[in-house]
């Protein structure tokens, strides 16, 4: 069974920028991730989502899943849960490993569900 791949257009843009901020992710006050090379990428009307290197992310409280989706515009997304001694937020990290051309360059790079992290964009 294949697989639609659609690209972006005028009527469904995507932009992929870099984050001209410092990025944190926090969980419990503690730093999940903190970078200065995260990527902004805008799809369509969909809130703007922070992409952070994988390499500025601690990557020992990261427990791959079996979770995985598909997006026709970057591709299928991969899963991590972040690991805490005291509780676990499953799913909450994604990831697209191979993603299509179109927005290949968020390769190697992860994003966090906004309603289980703190992120902030700006801190100095």
């Given at each position: 069974?294949?697989?639609?791949?659609?690209?972006?257009?005028?009527?469904?843009?995507?932009?992929?920028?870099?984050?001209?901020?410092?990025?944190?992710?926090?969980?419990?006050?503690?730093?999940?991730?903190?970078?200065?090379?995260?990527?902004?990428?805008?799809?369509?009307?969909?809130p703007?989502?922070?992409?952070?290197?994988?390499?500025?992310?601690?990557?020992?409280?990261?427990?791959?899943?079996?979770?995985?989706?598909?997006?026709?515009?970057?591709?299928?997304?991969?899963?991590?849960?972040?690991?805490?001694?005291?509780?676990?937020?499953?799913?909450?990290?994604?990831?697209?490993?191979?993603?299509?051309?179109?927005?290949?360059?968020?390769?190697?790079?992860?994003?966090?569900?906004?309603?289980?992290?703190?992120?902030?964009v700006?801190?100095?």
């Amino acid at each position: 069974m294949s697989r639609e791949i659609l690209l972006p257009s005028p009527a469904h843009p995507i932009t992929i920028e870099p984050t001209r901020s410092r990025v944190v992710v926090r969980v419990d006050g503690k730093i999940i991730a903190d970078t200065t090379s995260a990527l902004t990428l805008q799809e369509s009307t969909y809130p703007a989502v922070q992409y952070v290197p994988l390499a500025d992310v601690d990557q020992s409280l990261l427990r791959r899943t079996d979770t995985s989706t598909y997006c026709p515009f970057k591709g299928d997304a991969s899963y991590y849960t972040i690991a805490l001694p005291d509780r676990e937020l499953v799913d909450a990290v994604w990831t697209y490993e191979t993603p299509y051309p179109a927005v290949d360059v968020i390769a190697g790079h992860v994003a966090f569900y906004p309603n289980q992290v703190q992120l902030s964009v700006g801190e100095q």
